[in-house]
């Protein structure tokens, strides 16, 4: 009896890393001028479930910098730093460092550092980098509930990496980049558990 014929190796979209659930179609190519960085734990980078990612592929000016307790990101530093920009950190303000409100520079271009973790590990990140503390914070105010829902633990008024990128285009104004980054996420979060489960999503599913 002959063997049967092996099935055809399947590789992941070389873009967005799906293998049978492509979302590429829903990705869009930004025009925010504006400057994202996402310190990123180190747990964080390889999960299929973060959500930085949706923005590094998609924002001309987003950066992925990793985050390391005894070795700061000097490029990072240099950026903060200079005239040409206007740091702004992405955290909760407490009494210590209360919350600023936004608002932009002339001459200057923004410059958001969010913190690409979990909650408790960004809380971590903040108290052990002193380089962090000494930057403006921004709070944001949202008027709906995160609709992240892949990990467990999600904080009631948290919003995940990619739905607080959104929440800043929003706050620059520059709602129809929001309104294409939401598409993509929407799109991530449809695709996102059939493609867990190894099959193609059901063109009848919502």
Not at 49 to 67: E, F, I, K, S
Not at 167 to 195: C, I, S, V
Request: charged letters at 20%.
């Amino acid at each position: 009896m002959s063997a049967e014929p092996a099935s055809p190796a399947v590789t992941p979209c070389p873009n967005c890393g799906f293998v049978h659930n492509c979302i590429c179609h829903a990705k869009a190519d930004l025009q925010s001028q504006a400057v994202f960085v996402l310190l990123t734990h180190s747990k964080e980078f390889g999960k299929s479930t973060n959500t930085g990612a949706l923005m590094a592929r998609t924002l001309p000016q987003c950066q992925r910098v990793l985050w390391s307790r005894t070795e700061p990101p000097e490029a990072l530093l240099a950026q903060i730093a200079s005239k040409a920009f206007q740091p702004w950190l992405l955290f909760p303000a407490d009494d210590a460092h209360p919350a600023a409100s936004f608002v932009r520079e002339t001459g200057k271009t923004p410059l958001f550092i969010l913190l690409d973790a979990t909650w408790q590990e960004a809380r971590k990140m903040v108290r052990k980098s002193p380089w962090l503390a000494k930057l403006p914070r921004l709070s944001l105010s949202v008027d709906r509930d995160s609709s992240y829902s892949l990990r467990r633990n999600q904080q009631t008024g948290h919003l995940c990496t990619c739905e607080a990128g959104i929440a800043l285009l929003d706050l620059l104004g520059e709602h129809k980049d929001a309104k294409a980054l939401q598409q993509y996420f929407d799109a991530f979060l449809a695709a996102f558990p059939a493609e867990k489960s190894g099959h193609p999503r059901r063109r009848t599913e919502p």
